[in-house]
């Protein structure tokens, strides 16, 4: 167990829809990473959060956006849902940023039928 | 070309063989190299940390990492069933995200 949680461990929604993935990141750690796992593209950076500020950005699409609290949690929302977005999303979590150690989370499972 | 190439496997190998796997990378500019284990789609367990050319030993499990030529290696001394997952390289680039290779799937048979 990382200690990251992420919730729900599954979602099964319809095109055109909108969702919401939740990350709690281990206690004490500042900086979460959201990654998407395909089975085509395979892991790939979203974006990062470091105490609640943007840091940087991956290939995230203008529907899919961020956001970290002041606790610390954050948020993935995707909206506009497509068939192609159907894949695992995995949250990371780090106590600062830069060279840190990212531990993941068991990830939610996204199904867009 | 991707930035990080790495073979998919699978991998099959009998109990207590040693196990290499490998990546090669394309951007010069990586300075940290991880390997990761992932058990059937669950969240990716990190392995191994190294920053630097050369080896890092833990346990069973060897990183290797020659920046001259761009490849990283792990290996894994008497793999056993358990062993049994898929294996991802990961560098970090200058903005501290990590570009992962696609995956190199291992089955140790018992």
């Known amino acids: 167990d990382s200690g990251v949680t992420q919730t729900p461990k599954h979602l099964i929604t319809a095109t055109g829809q909108r969702v919401t993935l939740r990350c709690s990141p281990r206690s004490g750690d500042l900086s979460v990473y959201w990654y998407q796992q395909s089975l085509d593209q395979g892991l790939q950076f979203l974006i990062h959060?470091?105490?609640?500020?943007?840091?940087a950005k991956g290939n995230i699409l203008e529907r899919f956006s961020a956001q970290q609290f002041p606790d610390l949690h954050s948020e993935l929302n995707l909206s506009s849902l497509e068939l192609g977005d159907s894949a695992l999303y995995f949250c990371a979590s780090s106590t600062k940023t830069g060279r840190d150690t990212q531990y993941f989370g068991p990830g939610t499972r996204l199904t867009v039928l | 070309q991707k930035e990080v190439e790495q073979d998919p496997g699978p991998l099959s190998v009998p109990e207590g063989a040693i196990v290499s796997l490998n990546c090669t990378y394309s951007?010069?500019?990586?300075?940290?190299f991880m390997w990761y284990r992932q058990y059937s789609r669950k969240g990716p367990e990190l392995l191994m940390y190294t920053y630097s050319s050369g080896n890092k030993e833990d346990g069973r499990f060897t990183a290797q990492v020659d920046k001259s030529s761009k490849y990283i290696s792990l290996f894994i001394r008497d793999s056993q069933p358990s062993d049994s997952a898929t294996y991802l390289c990961a560098m970090m680039d200058s903005s501290y995200k990590l570009i992962f290779g696609s995956g190199t799937r291992l089955l140790v048979r018992p």
């Open positions: 959060y470091y105490n609640g500020e943007e840091r």
């Open positions: 951007n010069s500019a990586f300075q940290y």
